[in-house]
């Protein structure tokens, strides 16, 4: 869920991400992002009806998500559930950890919501579900430098209660910080408009709230446009981050960027928020650009 109205900003003329080299491995394992597997996750995403955060429905999604992680060969000691409640409805958070082999302490979280409202949510946020778990099993072997948290947030519909849980009472007590968090990558609504020419990604940048983090969330959605031209074929520009899970992170201090439809469709919150109205090939490219990213900011392994 984000607000309408965006702004795209050009980027020539910025050199701070030409550094970023095109890596041969990178490009590979982001052709490993598999169409048909987008196809089915986001089909059986479909078929687990309005997941509407407390319901059974968004209790059997949970269990869906997990139930791919094992059958990627996660084990059960990397899977977590995050528990809150939102009044008398109560959900989980389910949080997957890959160990980092250089800087096992430190974590980039890829994170989408999974809960939606008045329909299935296939675009808003099967989509980026879908990508999240095609990150999660195409990277389940490769070593990464940096720990990498697989996150899917429930309550997110509702005013980020999800997020803001797990923000405020695992990654952090109070002040104190308890999981170290190198940068946070959001995937919201990214099955694009069908029937358009769905041939860019916005990139979102923290422009707004805490203003001290905001420079190196201009740095990382840099690197992250950089990382959509270089494994995607799609292209990249520019909005300011709002209204969706990151903000959680984005509030206790951290960096944080993530991808968004470019043509916006109207769907999403509707009972035709369906498979047959999302841009498969978008998603399908949108998983590329994130393999190309993740790997990338995970400083994963190029042999
Ligand atoms: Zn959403």
């Not at 992002?33 to 479909?46: G, M």
Request: hydrophobic letters at 30%; proline letters at 3%.
């Amino acid at each position: 869920m984000k607000k309408l109205i965006t702004t795209a900003l050009c980027i020539f003329g910025l050199t701070s991400s030409d550094a970023q080299e095109f890596i041969r491995k990178y490009q590979d394992r982001a052709n490993l992002v598999s169409i048909d597997r987008i196809t089915a996750n986001l089909k059986s995403f479909e078929k687990l009806g309005v997941k509407t955060t407390g319901s059974p429905e968004n209790d059997n999604a949970l269990q869906w998500i997990r139930e791919q992680y094992l059958s990627y060969g996660y084990t059960a000691d990397q899977i977590s559930e995050d528990p809150f409640s939102i009044g008398k409805k109560k959900s989980n958070n389910l949080i997957i950890t890959k160990k980092g082999t250089v800087n096992p302490d430190q974590h980039i979280i890829i994170c989408g919501h999974f809960d939606s409202i008045n329909g299935p949510g296939v675009n808003d946020n099967g989509s980026g579900t879908s990508i999240i778990l095609e990150a999660a099993r195409i990277l389940k072997d490769v070593p990464t430098d940096y720990s990498i948290k697989f996150i899917h947030f429930s309550g997110e519909e509702q005013g980020l209660y999800g997020s803001r849980h797990y923000a405020n009472e695992v990654a952090y007590t109070g002040k104190q910080r308890n999981i170290e968090i190198k940068m946070v990558l959001n995937l919201d609504q990214v099955g694009g408009k069908k029937g358009m020419f769905n041939d860019t990604v916005f990139c979102d940048e923290d422009q707004d709230g805490t203003s001290k983090n905001n420079e190196a969330s201009t740095r990382a959605t840099l690197e992250l446009m950089k990382c959509t031209k270089l494994y995607s074929p799609l292209k990249a520009e520019i909005d300011p981050a709002e209204h969706s899970d990151y903000i959680s992170f984005e509030k206790k201090g951290e960096v944080i960027t993530g991808f968004f439809e470019y043509i916006r469709s109207d769907l999403p919150h509707t009972r035709d928020d369906t498979f047959a109205n999302t841009d498969v090939r978008y998603v399908y490219n949108i998983g590329k650009a994130t393999l190309g990213a993740l790997q990338h900011f995970a400083g994963a392994s190029d042999k």
